[in-house]
């Protein structure tokens, strides 16, 4: 005997069990449990927008009608003279997303050519400029920034700053026996972020997404080749300069500098070393060009490249390496300059052997005359279009600006010397034959037994070097 009372079952034992909720019952009370979480998180959300403009308002009225305007712009003295006092005594700044890195940012924007045009094109926009004199000021400075994006004109700023990388360019010279060839490599910023080879299972149960990517398409992915940035040359030109050490007997060793990513959130059960840029790097002089790990040795520390001569000095001599007195110095044309004056300085009584590349011009003809001809003689066409003003030459003449600033912060810290002479110790061999510095012809002879003298210009290139910013 059993009967239905009030959505409970009795049966004759006395027992009662309830019976299942219909489907219909279930998806109403969950939905009406999902509406009352979305309502607490938008109560939440709105209620932590509403202190945060109410600590804003405070700050705005105790800023506005208590302080004078004297004392904020003490204030505002005082910070900026803060943040420069500890980026000369922490030695620059090398974290990127620390609080420091992102006030100095904040504050030397204005400094940069695309900050001071922002700025100066607001003040005009919102008509603060009163007098006549301030109009005229403004109205030069947006005329240099505009004369900055001719491509003619950015050309020649690269230009200069990559012939003083050119001249500092001389012969290596012949190691001791027992010593081993030290290949720099300065990779900061030459790889891109990208997928990585699956290390974890599946999900279990994938949530659902808008856009998903299928396990075949993740694979594909993550079994690319490294991307390289515009500034992927350094990579290339080390691997080379490695296979040609290898004639030596001696294999190079490769010392690659590249910290962490800043725009790389690192993941549970990840060490600092596995999502380094140097780890990239050295994933691709593996895969792509075959060079053993053991003759790679990595510094995976944050810095600029003062603090990347000082570690690759720390590490070559807590592996007791043997490097014959002599770095070979891979970066780009545009601050190699500065690099060379660095490395000189660290490694005091070691030549430095200045090898560029990610170079954006050639050098001009006056300056190829004496060595080439003819086909040889590269010459840069100049067009109707360098004339005009394009974002790519604004860019370059940007990073040329740029590292007149980093050359005088340099000087400022007393890491560089202007008008100083690198690689003073290490006299050029006498004569250089020819076929070492060229390749074979396009008629496919190889070239005379010539020689020339240490440049293959002349004995006095490569041995005087101006800072940057000093010119």
Not at 428 to 449: D, M, Q, Y
Request: charged letters at 20%; one cysteine or more.
């Amino acid at each position: 005997m059993s009967s239905n009372w009030s959505g409970f079952k009795v049966q004759g034992s006395g027992s009662r069990t309830q019976n299942p909720s219909p489907p219909y019952l279930q998806r109403f009370i969950s939905a009406a449990l999902a509406m009352v979480l979305l309502l607490t998180d938008v109560f939440l959300l709105l209620t932590q927008v509403f202190l945060w403009l109410l600590v804003g308002f405070i700050i705005w009225y105790f800023l506005q009608n208590i302080l004078k305007k004297e004392f904020l712009g003490l204030l505002v003295l005082l910070l900026f003279l803060a943040v420069i006092a500890l980026s000369f005594f922490q030695g620059g700044i090398s974290e990127p997303t620390s609080i420091l890195a992102i006030l100095w940012r904040l504050i030397s924007f204005p400094l940069t050519p695309f900050g001071l045009g922002m700025i100066l094109l607001t003040v005009i926009l919102l008509g603060g400029v009163k007098t006549v004199w301030a109009k005229r000021f403004i109205m030069t400075g947006l005329i240099l920034l505009a004369i900055g994006s001719v491509p003619l004109v950015s050309y020649w700023l690269a230009q200069e700053l990559e012939m003083e990388a050119v001249e500092l360019i001389t012969p290596l010279r012949a190691l001791d026996p027992g010593a081993r060839p030290v290949i720099m490599l300065l990779g900061h910023n030459t790889t891109r972020l990208q997928l990585k080879p699956r290390r974890e299972a599946l999900p279990a149960e994938p949530p659902k997404v808008e856009r998903p990517i299928t396990p075949f398409q993740f694979e594909l992915l993550s079994q690319l080749p490294i991307q390289m940035t515009e500034a992927g040359d350094r990579i290339v030109y080390a691997a080379q300069l490695y296979r040609e050490g290898l004639s030596g007997g001696t294999p190079p060793l490769i010392l690659v500098s590249a910290g962490s990513r800043p725009d790389r959130i690192r993941k549970e059960g990840e060490n600092r070393e596995e999502v380094t840029e140097a780890q990239d790097i050295q994933t691709m002089l593996t895969r792509t060009f075959n060079i053993p790990e053991n003759d790679m040795l990595l510094d995976h520390n944050n810095g600029n490249i003062h603090s990347s001569a000082e570690n690759a000095k720390k590490l070559l001599e807590n592996r007791q390496i043997n490097y014959g007195q002599q770095i070979i110095l891979v970066g780009t044309a545009l601050n190699m300059n500065r690099a060379a004056l660095t490395f000189q300085r660290i490694f005091d009584e070691s030549c430095i052997a200045v090898r560029p590349t990610d170079f954006f011009t050639v050098p001009p003809p006056d300056s190829l005359r004496q060595v080439a001809t003819g086909r040889d003689l590269i010459e840069r066409e100049v067009l109707v279009t360098d004339v005009l003003p394009t974002v790519d030459a604004f860019w370059l003449s940007s990073k040329a600006f740029q590292e007149y600033l980093n050359a005088l912060y340099y000087f400022l810290r007393g890491w560089i010397k202007p008008l100083t002479t690198v690689n003073p110790n290490c006299p050029l061999p006498e004569r250089v034959p020819v076929n070492r510095l060229r390749s074979r012809s396009e008629t496919g002879t190889s070239g005379e037994n010539k020689t020339l003298d240490g440049t293959g210009t002349s004995r006095e290139t490569g041995t005087s070097s101006r800072t940057s910013g000093q010119r």
